[in-house]
C-alpha cells in the first residue's frame, strides 16, 4: 500500500464486530468542565461541543470522565454518571453523536485521592491505604474491602446506565493517577492484605472491574480500558506492568486497551499531555507500548493509541506498521472541532493544536477551548 493510499484508508469504514465506526478517529477522553457542580447534569454547551466534533467528521467520541460516586468525583463540574437520573444525559449524548454516524464511548473513572482539594471536604476522599496523594495536600482514608466492593459495583452501575442511555460503550479509566492507578502503584499502594504487595494483588481491582462490568452489560457492549503503560514517578510502576495489566484485561475479555502514559503527578516530561508535540519526529511518543499491546489483542480487539498525534503521513504509518487500531487525540479537537472534515475535504496540513497546553488553563473560566485558535464568544475555528 502507498503512503497516499494509507492515509486514504485512514477515512474507510472499520470494523472490529461488535465494534463499527466511520474511520480509524477518535476524540480521546477530554475533561471540558461543563456540568453542573451539585448534580453532575451536563451542559447543553458541553452537549453541543460534542456534537461540533462529531458533525466535524471524528469517527468515535469518548467522553470525559463521569464520576461512578459521589466520593469518586475528582473535579469541580465533572459530569456525573452515579444516579440513573443522570441516563438522560447519555441519551442526549447518544442522540447528538449518532446523528452524523459517529460512536460514542463513555469514560467512567473513580478518583480516588486524586481530588480537588474543595471535594474532600463534601465526602470522604479514599484511597488505596490513605494517607495523603502525591496530587494533593489532605487526608484520605483506605478503602475497606467492602468498599472496594462497591467500587467495582459502582462502576457496573454506571456501564449499565450508559448501555441504556444508548451509548456503544464504556472506558474505564486505569490510568492518569486516579483510582486504578493508585492501587497499581507500589509506591502509593501499601495495603497487605489481597489488593497490596505483589503485581497480582495489586492488579486486582481491574480484573474484579472488568468481571462486574461484563456481567451487566453482557457481550455485545464494547468494554474498554485506558491504562497508563508506566506511572512515570521514582518507585511506580513501569511498562513491564503496565503491559502485563494490558495482557490480563484483553485475555479476560476486555475489548479494548485505550495506551496511554503517565501520570498527573509525574512531572511535565512523564505527563500524559505532553508538551510540545508537533508534526514529525516527535509525534506519537507512547507508540512503541502499543506496538507491545497490539501482541496480545485478538482479532477482535482494538488497541487505541492516545498521545501526540498530529500528521496524517505519521497516523497512516502507525496503522500500516500494526502499532494501532485506533487514533485518538484530544487537544486537537480542542482547537479543531472539523479537524476530520478538513482532512477528507484534502486540506492535509497536520492539526493546528501545538501542544502547548493553554487549553487546560481556560478551565477556570467556563468549558474548556483552545485560546490560540477560537474564538470564546463565537465559537468559531481561525483557520490556518
Known amino acids: 500500500m502507498n503512503n497516499i493510499e494509507s492515509i486514504r484508508s485512514l477515512f ?32 447543553v454547551a458541553e452537549i453541543k461541543r460534542h456534537s461540533e466534533i462529531a ?7 469518548i467522553t470525559g470522565l463521569a464520576y461512578i460516586s459521589k466520593e ?8 456525573g454518571l452515579h444516579s440513573d437520573e443522570r441516563i438522560n444525559d447519555v441519551t442526549m449524548l447518544s442522540e447528538e453523536v449518532h446523528k452524523y ?5 463513555v469514560q467512567l473513572c473513580h478518583g480516588g485521592g486524586q481530588r480537588d482539594a474543595s471535594l474532600a471536604g463534601e465526602t470522604v476522599s479514599f ?10 495536600d489532605f487526608e484520605t482514608r483506605p478503602l475497606s474491602s467492602d468498599d472496594i466492593r462497591k467500587v467495582a459495583s459502582d462502576f457496573a452501575a454506571a456501564a449499565l446506565r450508559a448501555k441504556k442511555g444508548g451509548a456503544d460503550g464504556v472506558e474505564i479509566h486505569g490510568g492518569h493517577g486516579f483510582l486504578l492507578t493508585q492501587f497499581l502503584s507500589p509506591s502509593i499502594n501499601k495495603r497487605d492484605d489481597i489488593y497490596g504487595g505483589t503485581f497480582e494483588n495489586r492488579s486486582r481491582i481491574f480484573r474484579e472491574i472488568l468481571d462486574e462490568v461484563r456481567a451487566a452489560v453482557g457481550p455485545d457492549f464494547s468494554v474498554w480500558f485506558k491504562i497508563s503503560m508506566a506511572e512515570g514517578t521514582e518507585g511506580g510502576y513501569g511498562a513491564k506492568e503496565g503491559t502485563a495489566l494490558s495482557e490480563t484485561l484483553l ?13 498527573s503527578y509525574a512531572g511535565a516530561l512523564n505527563s500524559p499531555a505532553v508538551l510540545g508535540v508537533s508534526a514529525g519526529e516527535s509525534e506519537a511518543p507512547f507508540r512503541e507500548y502499543s506496538k507491545e499491546i497490539k501482541k496480545y489483542a485478538s482479532d477482535k480487539q482494538l488497541v487505541i493509541l492516545t498521545g501526540g498525534l498530529r500528521s496524517l503521513p505519521v497516523m497512516a504509518g502507525l496503522i500500516e506498521d500494526g502499532v494501532c487500531d485506533l487514533l485518538a487525540m484530544s487537544r486537537p479537537f480542542i482547537a479543531e472541532p472539523d479537524l476530520i472534515n478538513r482532512w477528507i475535504e484534502e486540506d492535509s496540513r497536520p492539526t493546528a493544536c501545538i ?3 493553554a487549553c487546560f488553563k481556560t478551565a477556570k473560566f467556563g468549558l474548556i477551548d483552545c485560546p490560540i485558535l477560537r474564538d470564546r464568544n463565537e465559537g468559531n475555528w481561525d483557520p490556518l
Open 12 to 43: 474507510y469504514k472499520f470494523e472490529r464486530p461488535p465494534f463499527k465506526a466511520k474511520n480509524r478517529f477518535v476524540r480521546s477522553a477530554t475533561w471540558l468542565g461543563g456540568a453542573d457542580d451539585e448534580t453532575g447534569e451536563l451542559s
Open 55 to 61: 458533525a466535524g467528521g471524528a469517527g468515535t467520541l
Open 72 to 79: 469518586g468525583k475528582s473535579f469541580k463540574r465533572e459530569w
Open 101 to 105: 454516524g459517529s460512536n460514542l464511548i
Open 127 to 136: 484511597s488505596p491505604s490513605g494517607g495523603i496523594h502525591p496530587m494533593c
Open 251 to 263: 485475555e479476560r475479555g476486555a475489548d479494548g486497551i485505550d495506551v496511554s502514559c503517565g501520570t
Open 355 to 357: 501542544s502547548c497546553n
